[in-house]
């Protein structure tokens, strides 16, 4: 999933009504030969690629038919709440990890722990810890991790070279550092890109500066010190003209041209350098894990990606957990991973030679050893777009940090209390 999940909570009190007094749900459909129709959305490339995966398991199952339906991220969300509240949904869905919570929380996802001892695939300690908290919700089994992704370090090893770096920095004041070094360059190059835009650019640092940004009591955390110090931080790349404010700059081409020597991104960019800058050679760049607080301080990311669930008005629950049993087997991973770059949410997958033998890849695998998903609260998506607001009228708009962050919490606790 290439796209960080738009925020859309607005429409979860209607859709529970309305899921409340529906009643029934499709019928068990066949084909003309008999075959059992099983259903499945597929959102953007994924769902046009899951397609191709289908007929590798009608082989194995003669008796099940799979109708993939691939539908566009732009509309995914506002799709899942008609389907839900109409119960005319499909049996197997792709669901972004961040709205787990939101359809979980409004009854729209089977429970799946009946069927663990059955399909093996399905059991928590195959996956990443980060992705297990994404598994459950009120200790329900509502979602598997298909394919996951993270964040990591991009940067260039020649230039960084030129300032003294002989490997990627490891903490915040080498990050800092060798920013400020390559920024002095002139000429229009910059030290590094954090794009202020994105929702969850601030929660890895957040993290390893202590703060949960959303207590286990729900209250959201987002004027308290670790936080402030965190905002400091990242906020000083941009005053100090270490990091542009712009966003229309291209990326890639502003990498390979040295403009932009460092930045954060994820799997998809390693094949994006290797097609756009054929001219760049391995030794000119590389991946590294997101600097850590302090030395010997523990890095983190955010762990993002896809599950798949079930729908509440499935009829059709025994060959649909068997389809995802099937997706999520290690070598099926490795297959989907061949096919669309999508990587292995399995920890078994990543021993397979596909991954042994690319060092930017291996990266990901170790930064997911530590990388957290978003909090498990419904309001995440307003919250997260709150986030990013505040931080804009910041380093955009030169407000003061306390001052803003202090707004930015009560709005947060707001949405938070107006969920309950």
Same mark, same amino acid.
């Given at each position: 999933m290439k796209t960080w999940w738009k925020p859309a909570v607005s429409g979860l009190l209607i859709f529970s009504f309305l899921l409340a007094g529906c009643s029934g749900g499709q019928e068990q459909t066949t084909t003309s030969e008999g075959k059992r129709i099983l259903k499945v959305w597929g959102m953007g490339a994924e769902g046009t690629a899951l397609a191709q995966m289908a007929s590798d398991f009608e082989a194995k199952n003669p008796d099940i038919k799979v109708e993939v339906q691939s539908i566009p991220w732009d509309n995914a969300h506002d799709k899942l709440l008609t389907a839900v509240a109409s119960q005319s949904g499909p049996d197997v869905v792709q669901m972004g990890m961040s709205w787990i919570p939101e359809f979980a929380d409004a009854g729209a996802l089977q429970d799946l722990t009946s069927y663990v001892d059955k399909y093996p695939n399905l059991k928590a300690d195959n996956y990443f810890e980060g992705a297990r908290t994404k598994m459950t919700y009120n200790d329900k089994l509502v979602g598997i991790p298909w394919y996951i992704d993270t964040r990591v370090l991009f940067y260039r090893k020649d230039l960084l070279q030129q300032v003294g770096y002989n490997k990627a920095p490891q903490t915040w004041d080498e990050l800092k550092? !060798?920013?400020?070094? #390559?920024?002095?360059?002139?000429?229009?190059?910059? =030290?590094?890109?954090?794009?202020?835009?994105?929702?969850?650019?601030?929660?890895?640092?957040?993290?390893?500066?202590?703060?949960? @940004?959303?207590?286990?009591?729900?209250?959201?955390? #987002?004027?308290? *010190? *670790?936080?402030?110090? +965190?905002?400091?931080?990242?906020?000083?790349? $941009?005053?100090?003209?270490? !990091? &542009? +404010?712009?966003?229309?700059?291209?990326?890639? &081409?502003? $990498?390979?041209?040295?403009?932009? &020597?460092?930045?954060?991104?994820?799997?998809?960019? @390693?094949?994006?350098?290797? +097609?756009?800058? &054929?001219?760049?050679?391995?030794?000119?760049?590389?991946?590294?894990?997101?600097?850590?607080?302090?030395?010997? =301080?523990?890095?983190?990311?955010?762990? =993002?990606?896809?599950?798949?669930?079930?729908?509440?008005?499935?009829?059709?629950?025994?060959?649909? @957990?068997?389809?995802?049993?099937?997706?999520?087997?290690?070598?099926?991973?490795?297959?989907?991973?061949?096919?669309?770059?999508? #990587?292995?949410?399995?920890?078994?997958?990543?021993?397979?030679?596909? $991954?042994?033998?690319? *060092?930017?890849?291996?990266?990901?695998?170790?930064?997911?050893? +530590?990388?957290?998903?978003?909090?498990?609260?419904?309001?995440?998506?307003?919250?997260?777009?709150?986030?990013?607001?505040?931080f804009d009228q910041i380093v955009v708009g030169g407000e003061d940090i306390q001052t803003q962050l202090d707004q930015l919490n009560e709005q947060a606790d707001s949405t938070l209390q107006s969920g309950n």
């Amino acid at each position: 999933m290439k796209t960080w999940w738009k925020p859309a909570v607005s429409g979860l009190l209607i859709f529970s009504f309305l899921l409340a007094g529906c009643s029934g749900g499709q019928e068990q459909t066949t084909t003309s030969e008999g075959k059992r129709i099983l259903k499945v959305w597929g959102m953007g490339a994924e769902g046009t690629a899951l397609a191709q995966m289908a007929s590798d398991f009608e082989a194995k199952n003669p008796d099940i038919k799979v109708e993939v339906q691939s539908i566009p991220w732009d509309n995914a969300h506002d799709k899942l709440l008609t389907a839900v509240a109409s119960q005319s949904g499909p049996d197997v869905v792709q669901m972004g990890m961040s709205w787990i919570p939101e359809f979980a929380d409004a009854g729209a996802l089977q429970d799946l722990t009946s069927y663990v001892d059955k399909y093996p695939n399905l059991k928590a300690d195959n996956y990443f810890e980060g992705a297990r908290t994404k598994m459950t919700y009120n200790d329900k089994l509502v979602g598997i991790p298909w394919y996951i992704d993270t964040r990591v370090l991009f940067y260039r090893k020649d230039l960084l070279q030129q300032v003294g770096y002989n490997k990627a920095p490891q903490t915040w004041d080498e990050l800092k550092d !060798a920013a400020t070094k #390559l920024a002095a360059r002139g000429n229009g190059n910059y =030290g590094i890109l954090l794009d202020s835009k994105d929702q969850l650019f601030t929660l890895p640092f957040a993290w390893e500066n202590g703060s949960e @940004v959303i207590n286990s009591n729900n209250q959201a955390q #987002l004027n308290q *010190p *670790p936080y402030v110090e +965190t905002i400091q931080y990242l906020s000083s790349f $941009f005053k100090e003209g270490i !990091a &542009p +404010t712009q966003s229309d700059m291209q990326l890639i &081409p502003s $990498f390979g041209e040295g403009i932009l &020597p460092m930045f954060i991104s994820g799997p998809w960019t @390693v094949n994006q350098i290797k +097609t756009e800058l &054929p001219e760049l050679k391995p030794d000119q760049w590389g991946t590294a894990v997101i600097p850590a607080k302090e030395q010997g =301080g523990e890095s983190a990311s955010v762990l =993002g990606g896809s599950n798949l669930s079930v729908f509440s008005s499935s009829k059709n629950t025994e060959d649909a @957990v068997k389809f995802i049993s099937y997706l999520n087997d290690p070598a099926t991973q490795v297959k989907w991973y061949e096919l669309t770059q999508d #990587l292995p949410s399995t920890t078994k997958a990543w021993d397979d030679k596909a $991954f042994q033998d690319s *060092p930017n890849i291996q990266t990901f695998r170790t930064q997911m050893d +530590t990388a957290r998903s978003t909090p498990s609260v419904k309001e995440w998506e307003t919250i997260a777009k709150q986030i990013s607001d505040a931080f804009d009228q910041i380093v955009v708009g030169g407000e003061d940090i306390q001052t803003q962050l202090d707004q930015l919490n009560e709005q947060a606790d707001s949405t938070l209390q107006s969920g309950n």
